[in-house]
């Protein structure tokens, strides 16, 4: 079935570094949906995309949904402690998620 | 709203052993979505409902695994006879109008079968 790739897996940043994590489709998405999750915690919506094109923004949290709705990014600036955890993607219309991209802050 | 709830937290069992999980969609909400976690396979999606009704089970791993929702506001997922690879995070999640609606998630139950 349709698939969602997400990369990295795992990213290790300093505090302060940029950190991005993209997911790809070799089909056309319905939507993007981000989600976060805490280490030991539960996944916490955070953002929809649903137009080809679309940014939005929160914060430090950037978020694009590609021309072709078929990759999403999202960029996070100059990172913070609060920031840890795992980042997943997932179009919920086809109830696919990526794989998450987990980001570490090196101590 | 006291958001999506799960019980128990944590579970261990051994092998063989029948285990339930429970959970309490917030209130109003016409979907409800269990996941499996695990490190190896990631965020599974294992069954949804669609009021009351199970829409998709394709996710279910096997006849062992088995889910209800008796009403709108409780649903079970039992595992019978349990393994030890059944061990995971177990997420209910819920949402409101739609399929592709933002999902809440539960706290989890952390299950660990011996």
């Known amino acids: 079935g349709q698939q969602v790739m997400q990369i990295p897996q795992y990213q290790h940043v300093q505090e302060g570094e940029d950190f991005t994590t993209y997911c790809n489709s070799s089909?056309?998405?319905?939507?993007i949906q981000w989600y976060k999750q805490r280490p030991g915690g539960h996944p916490v919506f955070l953002i929809q995309?649903?137009?080809s094109g679309e940014v939005k923004k929160q914060k430090r949290l950037t978020f694009q949904f590609g021309e072709a709705k078929k990759n999403s990014s999202l960029h996070i600036t100059a990172t913070q402690t609060t920031d840890v955890g795992t980042y997943f993607c997932?179009?919920?219309?086809?109830?696919?998620w990526g794989a998450g991209t987990k980001l570490i802050i090196k101590p | 709203d006291a958001g999506v709830i799960q019980s128990p937290r944590h579970e261990v069992t051994e092998m063989g052993q029948e285990v339930t999980l429970r959970c309490k969609p917030i209130?109003?909400?016409?979907?409800l979505f269990w996941y499996r976690q695990t490190m190896m396979r990631g965020l599974e999606l294992l069954i949804y409902?669609?009021?009351?009704?199970?829409?998709?089970d394709s996710g279910m791993p096997e006849d062992r695994f088995s889910a209800k929702m008796p009403n709108a506001s409780f649903s079970t997922l039992k595992i019978q006879p349990s393994e030890p690879r059944d061990s995971a995070v177990y997420f209910c999640?819920?949402?409101?109008?739609?399929?592709?609606?933002?999902?809440?998630f539960g706290p989890g139950t952390r299950l660990t079968v011996l």
């Open positions: 999640a819920s949402n409101r109008l739609a399929v592709q609606d933002t999902q809440y």
């Open positions: 209130s109003g909400h016409d979907y």
């Open positions: 409902f669609n009021n009351n009704v199970p829409i998709d």
């Open positions: 089909t056309t998405l319905s939507n």
């Open positions: 995309l649903v137009k």
């Open positions: 997932a179009d919920n219309y086809q109830l696919i």
